[in-house]
């Protein structure tokens, strides 16, 4: 078992910044893809970026590309997301999710563990 807890949403104004934090514990993270996953209300989950197992490989939703940007450290069992140039339409909960697989994948239904979510808001 993996658990993952998020940190670091918020309020944040457009053109803004904002740094998101998912610190897994249970298993060591560095045998699992790790993804970025936003949903709005009333609207189907989206993927956002993922990570391979020893970062070498990332992989962005095109309305984020050039903005996001996803990262881990093994050594702390901690993945992040640096979000830029934030616009209003990012606004979402935001999830951490896990794959114990080998290949990369945009899709949610092949990860195996999530967070609880963080919100982000971004305002005019």
């Known amino acids: 078992q993996v658990q993952l807890v998020e940190s670091g949403g918020g309020l944040v104004q457009a053109g803004g910044s904002l740094g998101l934090s998912c610190a897994a514990s249970?298993?060591?993270?560095?045998?699992?893809?790790m993804g970025w996953f936003r949903q709005e209300p009333g609207k189907e989950r989206e993927f956002v970026a993922a990570?391979?197992?020893?970062?070498?490989?990332?992989y962005y939703a095109d309305s984020v590309k050039g903005r996001f940007t996803i990262s881990r450290v093994n050594a702390e069992n901690t993945v992040s997301l640096q979000m830029n140039s934030l616009k209003l339409e990012d606004t979402a909960v935001y999830y951490c999710?896990?794959?114990?697989?080998?290949?990369?994948?945009?899709?949610?239904?092949?990860?195996?563990?999530w967070g609880q979510g963080t919100q982000v808001t971004v305002s005019s």
């Open positions: 990570v391979s197992r020893r970062g070498a490989v990332t």
């Open positions: 999710a896990a794959a114990g697989r080998l290949e990369m994948t945009r899709n949610g239904d092949e990860y195996n563990y």
């Open positions: 249970g298993r060591s993270i560095s045998n699992y893809i």
